[in-house]
C-alpha cells in the first residue's frame, strides 16, 4: 500500500500503515485517487525540521477529509497510536488540531507533513504517524535548502504536481467520483504563487550575457520613469536612422560649409551645429539629417575620421530623441510642431542667427532700465531739495543773462562784426578767454555743483568783479 507524489523538486514514494491506522491511511488514499492534493503547495518548510501540504489553497487554513466530500462529517477523530514514533527523517503524519494529544483527542483532515530530521520524540503522542519514505530521501535533502520567509513559506513555490496510487487495499465509498485527467488549477491557487518552479532566480550562463541583460533591464525601468514623469513620449521611443552625430569640429567651421561637405551623399533636411546659448560660440558638434536612411548610412561609411578644418571629425548616427519629444509635447499641447530632426529648409535655429529674428530677452519688458531710471530721478529730486530755494533762482537767472550776452539781435551784427575786426589781437585773447570762463561756468551752474560753487568762488578778484557785473 503506497502513494507516488511527484513534486516541483522530485518524486516521493510514501508506504501507508494500513493496519495500524485504516481509517486515516483510506482517507489519504481516496484524497490522491480523485486529485485532490494537485497543485497544492508546501506551505510550511521548516529545515531539519519538518515540510506541510495537503491545504490546495496555500494559507495553511483548510482542510477537509474524504468523508466531508462525500457529504458526511468534515473530520474524523485522530488515530494516535503510542507504537509508533517521528524517530527517522520521513516520518509522514496527519496533522491534527494544537490541542490534539491522546488525552484529549483530535481531528485530522487532509492536511500531512514529512519530517526532515530525526529523533523527533516530541511530536510522539499529539500527531498521527500513517506512513513513510520508502524512495525520494534525495528529494528531502532538496527540502532542507529551500528559502522560506519568516512563515515558512518558501520563496520558490513547492508543489504536488500529481498523486498517483501505487496499492490501494480499500474499496471506494459510495459515491466517489474520480475524474478521468488530473483537474485545472483553480484561480484561487494561481493567485497564491510566488516564483514559479520554473523560474529561475539566479541567472545561468555568461557574465557578459547576464550582464547585458541587466543593463537592458534597467534602461527598460528607466525608459518607464522617464514616461511616467513626461520626459518621454512612450518608453519604447527609438532615435532616427536618418540623423548623424558628427564631433570633433574645428571651431571655425560654420553650419553652411558642414552642409555643403555633407551634401555629396544626399538631400539634407537640416545640419545644425550646436552652439553656447550666452556666447554664441561652437561646442564642436553638429546634428545631420538626411531625407533617407540610406544617404545617412553611406554618410556614415566614407566621413569617417575625415579632415575637416584641421581637425579630424568622427561621425556616428545620433542616439538624441529630443526632437522627437519636442513634436510630441507640440501635437499633445496644441502647438505647431518642426518636422522631425529639424525644418523643410536648411537653416540655422533662430538663436543662432545674427541680426535677424527674435533674441534672448526679447519677450521681457525693460524692468531693470526703467528701475534704475526712477532711481536716478529720486536722487535728483533728493539733492534739489535740499538746496535753498534762492540758489536755484539766482542760477537759472544768471544762466538766461549770460546766454542773452552772447546772443545779439540782428540788427546789430554787422557793426559788431566791424567792431570786432578792428580791436588789437590782445583784446580778442582776452574776449576769447573771458567766453570760454564763462561757458565752463555756465555749465557747472547747469549741474547744480556744490563743489563748482567752491571752485567759482576760488578765482581771482577780476573773475568776482565779472560775476557781479
Partial sequence: MSVLL???LGDIVIDL??????????????????????FSPFHNVQ?????QTGDPTGKGDKSESIYGILGQQRYFPAEINPKLKHKSRGTVSMAVAQDASMESGGVSGSQFFITLGDDLDYLDGKYTVFGEVAEGMEVLDKFNEA???????????????????????FPDPEGLQVPDASPV?????????????????????????????????EAKAQALTLEMVG???????KPPENVLFVCKLNPVTRDEDLELIFSRFGRISSCEIIRDRQTGDSLSYAFIEYENKEDAEEAYFKMQSVLIDDRRIHVDFSQSVSKLHKDWLSSRFGGKGEALGGFEKLEKKTRYREGEGRHRGDDYDLVFDHEREKRQQQQREESDAHRPSHYNNNRNDRYRDNRSDRRP???????????????????RSREYRDRDYR????????RGDRNSRRWSRSRSPRDRRDRRR
Avoid: W
Avoid at 231 to 237: H, K, R, S, Y
Fill in 185 to 217: 488549477p483553480t484561480k484561487e491557487q494561481l493567485e497564491n504563487m510566488r516564483i514559479g518552479e520554473d523560474e529561475d532566480i539566479e541567472e545561468q550562463g555568461d557574465p557578459e550575457e547576464i550582464e547585458k541583460r541587466r543593463l537592458q533591464r
Fill in 147 to 169: 528559502y522560506c520567509d519568516e512563515q515558512g513559506r518558501p520563496f520558490r513555490d513547492i508543489r504536488i504536481r500529481h498523486t498517483i496510487v501505487l496499492d490501494d487495499p
Fill in 6 to 8: 511527484e513534486t516541483s
Fill in 47 to 51: 529545515k531539519d525540521f519538518m515540510a
Fill in 17 to 38: 500503515f494500513t493496519e495500524e491506522c485504516p481509517k486515516t491511511t483510506l482517507n489519504f488514499l481516496k484524497l490522491c485517487k480523485i486529485k485532490f492534493y494537485n
Fill in 439 to 446: 561757458d565752463s561756468r555756465d555749465r557747472d551752474y547747469q
Fill in 231 to 237: 520626459d518621454l513620449p512612450f518608453a519604447e521611443v
Fill in 409 to 427: 539781435d540782428s540788427s546789430s551784427n554787422s557793426r559788431s562784426r566791424h567792431a570786432r575786426d578792428n580791436r588789437s589781437s590782445s583784446d
